[in-house]
């Protein structure tokens, strides 16, 4: 995949995109430095004490065997999970618990890095928000693992994916739930803001009588749309829609 391969070795006094990707690797690693492209002296050190921490060669160079290990958690996230008896929506949820692991995030600014590019295709910034990007992109690999058609178009968008889910009879209103067991995990939630408006979108883990556990993209703290992280949540169902998977 792009962005997971590296062309040549770079080294103190190199620029460039490449070395951009490099820095923001090493400060999704913790080794927080400017994103800026160019390998001085604050990235070299930033290498070398990544190095040093992984065990590797701290000679300040990035090679091959030194990029991999920094994009190891989003090799690893992308690496296919056997799908074979299991059903499409328990895989939807085996996936975001393996992307969770690794705790994507953004980095250098909003809606920006290789997790965001990689949930967006390769589409970022300010007006790329990826909460849908994240949800779609996990359906899809579980949709490959279990050699399923995709049960609703992968979007960028809350409000297309409410609208196809309602031409394919997959959306289910806050007001049609009379058991909550009908949400099953897998399914996406749609945070509703009025009867077209959708803001925000994620991966239902389980249900509970009054709440539910979720994965999801691009939130925080806050629960909005424009946070920065993939993580875990706890929410209730008020002015919650959703699309059953």
């Given amino acids: 995949m792009k962005g997971l391969e590296l062309d040549k070795n770079y080294k103190k006094g190199m620029k460039g995109n490449k070395v951009k990707h490099i820095q923001e690797w090493l400060c999704l690693h913790g080794h927080n430095l400017v994103i800026d492209g160019d ?8 290498v070398r004490d990544f190095q040093s921490k992984k065990q590797l060669k701290d000679n300040g ?6 990029f991999q290990t920094m994009v190891k958690p989003m090799t690893d996230s992308l690496d296919p999970l056997t799908g074979v008896g299991k059903s499409l929506g328990k895989m939807v949820v085996s996936y975001a618990q393996k992307h969770l692991k690794w705790h994507p995030r953004e980095v250098g600014g909003q809606n920006k890095g290789p997790w965001v590019r990689l949930y967006m295709k390769g589409e970022e910034g300010p007006t790329w928000p990826w909460c849908a990007g994240f949800s779609c992109f996990i359906l899809g690999q579980a949709c490959n693992s279990t050699n399923s058609t995709q049960p609703v178009k992968t979007t960028f968008s809350c409000d297309h994916l409410a609208l196809d889910a309602k031409g394919r009879g997959l959306f289910l209103k806050e007001s049609q739930i009379t058991d909550k067991s009908q949400i099953t995990p897998g399914s996406f939630f749609l945070v509703r803001k009025t009867s077209t408006d959708w803001t925000h979108t994620g991966i239902v883990l389980k249900t509970e009588e009054d709440c539910f556990y979720t994965i999801e993209g691009n939130t925080n703290d806050e629960g909005s749309r424009e946070g920065y992280e993939v993580c ?3 929410r209730g169902y008020k002015n919650k829609d959703f699309i059953l998977i």
């Fill in 39 to 46: 390998f001085g002296p604050a990235t070299d050190r930033a």
């Fill in 61 to 66: 160079i990035v090679d091959k065997k030194t």
């Fill in 232 to 234: 875990k949540r706890i």
